[in-house]
């Protein structure tokens, strides 16, 4: 278990490759946002969902290579057949959404005419050809360790998507510009990984081999897909259901929300196979103590954060963006809503190891129909029960933190059989609390007494873990 150590420096300077990348994202998001106005950056966001929802279409690839080969010995012929055969299906894939792309490309005009991203959708089908590979062979460079070359090829990707940001405002371009040059950088991309792993590619790939990694990989991807809906659904059905100047608004929201806990999903992503591998074979014992350290270094990032986004809220998006400044409120939600997915990431990887993905997976769909179907009833009973007090998406932002914390108590209720003297019910008390107050002091316009209350509770009752990160950055400098 060389990689799950936290303290491992490669993981570290992954994360701050990240972090980096981060700053390229925030910037390239608020250039658009500004440039677009909300209406464009509306159009923008739905159809950059779109093509990184688009990877569903390689039926589960990308999950089954990370669960079949995390702890398999890369020298056995089953690894290297493992991987030849799922990088001959999402060629297939590919040459599948390329028909799609071309057919798409000629009827432009009659699916604008249904809605307008229709007219961007043979650029999702082209990114699509080119994405689904390149995921397929980054999972297998995490798996083989190599997470700083993925971070040097994320840090490529984060200065072109800008350069191709700045290129369209400061020539005046429309999004057809921008979605064209942002191929290229995806195509680029795809080389790149290819050329990493052509020794491995070749013609002769088992038939049986790609069905077991589909069966293996399918209720993993129901499950990936269905958390993702679980943040992404909202503004499919702001997208579908209102105008474009609140798809921008609540798009913004999010935006910003992914943005900000951007790096901690590089750190979870770095450690997926490593904990998946340490949980098939850990005792309870351990696998509690895992959950509680990890949980708790999560905890104390998420107040910092929260602190963090306080300041960025009141001070920059206020004065530089005034046109949403009115969607902080959705942030809150959005952003309490991703990390309560953070938090439940101990126990899914723990459940996954135990093979229970069919449950987990069904947690997820419950979570997401919850989510869809309240929220159109919020669209088309809104005057009926003058819900005045929140906007429609305002509401929309409160329902997505309830189906994910539905989900977050349906995976901690899962999880309880493989752990021993269990404390999932005192934080998610502990964690509802914290909300709670902050909200309440923000929605009293009181912002300075939310933060000073964060600042209690990190340095009362996070000493230990805080002082904890603390040593492990210490030792990694």
């Not at 901690?264 to 591998?277: D, E, H, P, Q, V």
Request: with cysteine; charged share 10%; glycine share 6%.
């Amino acid at each position: 278990m060389n990689n799950f150590n936290i303290s491992n420096k490669n993981t570290f300077y992954f994360s701050l490759i990240h972090y980096f990348v981060l700053a390229l994202h925030i910037c390239r998001g608020l250039f658009l946002a500004k440039y677009l106005g909300a209406t464009g950056f509306g159009l923008y966001g739905l159809v950059l969902l779109a093509q990184q929802q688009i990877s569903a279409s390689a039926l589960g690839m990308r999950e089954a290579i990370t669960l079949k080969l995390s702890g398999e010995d890369e020298q056995s012929k089953d690894y290297i057949s493992t991987i030849n055969s799922a990088l001959i299906f999402t060629i297939f894939v590919g040459f599948l959404l390329l028909i799609s792309g071309f057919i798409s490309f000629f009827e432009k005009e009659r699916l604008s005419n249904v809605h307008p991203i229709g007219e961007y959708l043979y650029f999702i089908c082209f990114h699509g050809v080119f994405s689904i590979s390149s995921e397929v062979i980054r999972n297998i460079l995490r798996i083989k360790g190599k997470i700083l070359y993925v971070g040097v090829i994320d840090l490529f990707y984060g200065l072109s998507i800008i350069c191709w940001a700045l290129i369209v405002i400061l020539f005046e371009k429309d999004l057809f510009t921008f979605f064209t040059l942002s191929l290229v950088t995806n195509i680029c991309i795809f080389f790149i990984y290819f050329y990493e792993i052509f020794n491995l590619l070749n013609l002769k790939f088992q038939q049986r081999k790609i069905f077991n990694l589909i069966s293996l990989g399918f209720p993993l991807l129901i499950l990936n897909v269905s958390t993702i809906l679980m943040i992404s659904i909202g503004q499919w059905i702001v997208g579908f259901q209102d105008n474009l100047y609140n798809l921008g608004l609540f798009g913004f929201a999010v935006s910003i929300a992914s943005i900000v806990n951007h790096g901690l999903g590089s750190i979870t992503w770095a450690y997926f196979s490593s904990m998946i591998a340490e949980y098939k074979v850990a005792s309870k014992n351990r696998v509690s103590e895992l959950s509680t350290t990890i949980r708790g270094y999560l905890f104390v990032c998420f107040i910092v954060l929260l602190i963090f986004t306080s300041f960025l809220f009141s001070y920059f998006i206020e004065v530089f963006f005034k046109e949403y400044q009115s969607t902080y409120f959705i942030f809150l939600m959005i952003f309490c809503s991703q990390f309560t997915q953070l938090f439940s990431y101990p126990d899914n990887a723990l459940l996954l190891a135990r093979k229970k993905i069919n449950q987990v997976s069904m947690i997820s769909i419950f979570s997401c129909l919850f989510i869809s179907t309240l929220s159109i009833f919020t669209y088309n009973n809104y005057d009926f029960f003058s819900l005045t007090f929140f906007q429609k998406i305002e509401l929309i932002s409160i329902i997505i933190f309830l189906g994910n914390l539905l989900y977050m108590i349906g995976v901690f209720r899962l999880s309880r059989a493989y752990k021993e003297g269990s404390q999932d019910l005192n934080f998610l008390i502990y964690l509802c609390f914290h909300i709670v107050v902050f909200l309440f002091f923000q929605k009293m316009n009181m912002p300075l007494t939310s933060v000073l209350i964060l600042i209690f509770f990190l340095v009362i009752f996070h000493r230990k873990s805080s002082a904890s990160l603390f040593r492990i950055l210490k030792d990694v400098f």
